[in-house]
Structure formats: structure tokens, C-alpha cells
């Protein structure tokens, strides 16, 4: 898959220079930055924790060994996640931990209680995105729609999730990557990309759907 979507921004290449020059300051900011999501993505590919740190550690030198060779035909976020996703998948597949798509994307199984009218179709303006709130939602509280308990609970809710899922729905719907990024950074196809969202947001939604409407219900 080639680098498309997202190019570098003008501080991508500044911040590029920075670690070209051996400033140690901007690498220290940049593994505190993506060392947790990082682990998590090798997580996703190998046998333990210990072996997934392996990994980081080897991209982490593979991004010091090819800064050089950055071009900023990507972001550079989604070329040093691209690193750890092929260290880990080579790994994985070494331990015989080459997984087909269907166990990343979790059980094909019905989801009971979610109303397809909920979700755009493939012409919507964000297809597999959320067309409006569930009803039950209306006349909730803003503060207890984003109150810390709701965020903390669509924080579980991700955590359960298999692996990959959780991972797209992270970059996808908290920290706002384009699909595009996504799909550079976890070496996954588009359509891939859309099936495990897709798969994540109704899960989370069903979660928190039944928590708000429990909420509701008891006041």
C-alpha cells in the first residue's frame, strides 16, 4: 500500500529536521507522544507484551535509522506507525501469528438492539458514520452526555473490544485520523478500515446507548 491521503505539515518537516540533527529533546517528545499506541499496535500482531516492547524497540530504531529517508509523502505520525505495524506483523507471522481478517475484525455476529437506520449508508456524507442520536438520548443532559462517567464508560466499552477494532475506532473517533491514515499507518485496506469501524462504533453505541438509557430511566 502506498503512502496516499495525508501528507506531512509544514511541522511534520520541521520536527523531521529537528531529529535529523540528533536533537534528543525532539525524539524524547516524540516516543512519549506514540510509545503507548505503538505497544498496542504490536500488541495486536504478537505472542506477549514482552515481545510487542521488542518491537517498538526495533521501530523505534528503524524511525532513527530511516528519518533520513522521510520524504512527507505521509503524516509523520502514520510513517512511524506504518514501521511498528510491519516489525510486528514479520514477527507475528515468525510465531505463526499470521491472522486471517475475520479474527482482527472479531465474531460476524449480530448486533441486537442496533437499528441500521441508525448508521449513514455507503452515500452518506460519513458512510458507517451516525445519522442522529437514539431517541432515548434526546432531553439528556449535555453535561451527562459529556460528563466524565459517559466518557469513561465509552472508554471500557473500547477496551473490550478485539484489538484492531479498538485500535481503528481510537485513531478513527478520538483522536480524529482520516480513514486514509488509518489505513497507511495499519497496513489495511479501505474497505477493511470501514468494516472494523463500523463493527467498533456499534458496539461502543450499543454500550453506551444502554448505559445512558438506564440512566435515564432511573431518574
Not at 437514539?134 to 469513561?152: C, F, K, M, S, V
Not at 477494532?165 to 482520516?178: C, F, H, M, P, Y
Not at 488509518?182 to 497496513?187: K, R
Amino acid at each position: 500500500m502506498s503512502d496516499t491521503g495525508v501528507l506531512a505539515s509544514q511541522e511534520d518537516l520541521a520536527f523531521v529536521e529537528r531529529l535529523r540533527a540528533g536533537d534528543e529533546v525532539a525524539f524524547m517528545m516524540l516516543v512519549e507522544e506514540h510509545q503507548a499506541t505503538m505497544l498496542r499496535i504490536a500488541r495486536m500482531y504478537v505472542s506477549s507484551r514482552a515481545v510487542a516492547e521488542e518491537v517498538v524497540q526495533e521501530a523505534w530504531l528503524g524511525v532513527v535509522k530511516g528519518i533520513a529517508r522521510f520524504e512527507g509523502r505521509s503524516s509523520l505520525r502514520t510513517w512511524i506507525y506504518r514501521i511498528v505495524t510491519n516489525i510486528a506483523k514479520t514477527k507475528g507471522a515468525a510465531e505463526g501469528r499470521s491472522l486471517p481478517f475475520s479474527s482482527l475484525a472479531g465474531k460476524d455476529e449480530p448486533n441486537p438492539g442496533i437499528d441500521p437506520a441508525w448508521f449513514q449508508d455507503a452515500e452518506g456524507l460519513a458512510p458507517g458514520g451516525w445519522k442522529t442520536l437514539p431517541a432515548n438520548w434526546r432531553g439528556i443532559p449535555e453535561d451527562r452526555l459529556l460528563g466524565n462517567e459517559t466518557l469513561q464508560r465509552i472508554g471500557r466499552a473500547i477496551e473490550t473490544l478485539p484489538p484492531v477494532q479498538a485500535e481503528v475506532i481510537r485513531l478513527r473517533d478520538v483522536l480524529g485520523w482520516s480513514s486514509d491514515e488509518v489505513c497507511n499507518a495499519l497496513d489495511l485496506s479501505e474497505t477493511n478500515q470501514r468494516v472494523l469501524l463500523h463493527r467498533a462504533r456499534t458496539r461502543v453505541r450499543r454500550e453506551l446507548d444502554d448505559y445512558l438509557r438506564t440512566g435515564s430511566e432511573g431518574r
